[in-house]
């Protein structure tokens, strides 16, 4: 129902800075709970962060607290993740993706609430 482009991945140095986009196609992003997520070689796709459709309500996973900033134009159809002091552990591809249910059903850090994706951007942190 929704298609997602993510991008601005690349290749930056431990302690660095990197902002992640996705763009959205849907005439009604404003209404949507948008979430990112990560998968690194040989594990499984996990949480890094979710707002809804306000951003009266934001959530981190703990990996990550302090550092990532997810944020929201709605004007734009576009979410934001700015990812700063990046660590090495931090190398994933990562996705964003909208919430399947309504903010106050299910949950906001499962992939299974999720419904639509985009194709995935390459983090890279080299130490």
């Known amino acids: 129902q929704v298609q997602l482009v993510d991008s601005g991945g690349g290749l930056v140095q431990a302690g660095g800075s990197l902002r992640l986009s996705c763009a959205a196609s849907?005439?009604?992003?404003?209404?949507?709970?948008m979430g990112w997520f990560r998968q690194r070689p040989g594990k499984e796709r996990e949480f890094v962060a979710v707002?809804?459709?306000?951003?009266?309500?934001?959530y981190y996973a703990d990996s990550v607290k302090g550092r990532f900033t997810i944020s929201r134009d709605n004007a734009k159809n576009t979410v934001y993740l700015q990812m700063d002091s990046l660590k090495p552990e931090d190398t994933a591809v990562y996705y964003c993706?909208?919430?399947?249910?309504?903010?106050?059903?299910?949950?906001?850090?499962?992939?299974?609430?999720?419904?639509?994706w985009g194709q995935g951007t390459q983090v890279t942190v080299s130490s």
């Open positions: 849907t005439r009604i992003f404003s209404t949507y709970t």
């Open positions: 993706a909208t919430k399947r249910t309504p903010w106050l059903s299910g949950t906001y850090y499962s992939v299974a609430d999720f419904s639509s």
């Open positions: 707002i809804n459709w306000s951003s009266a309500s934001i």
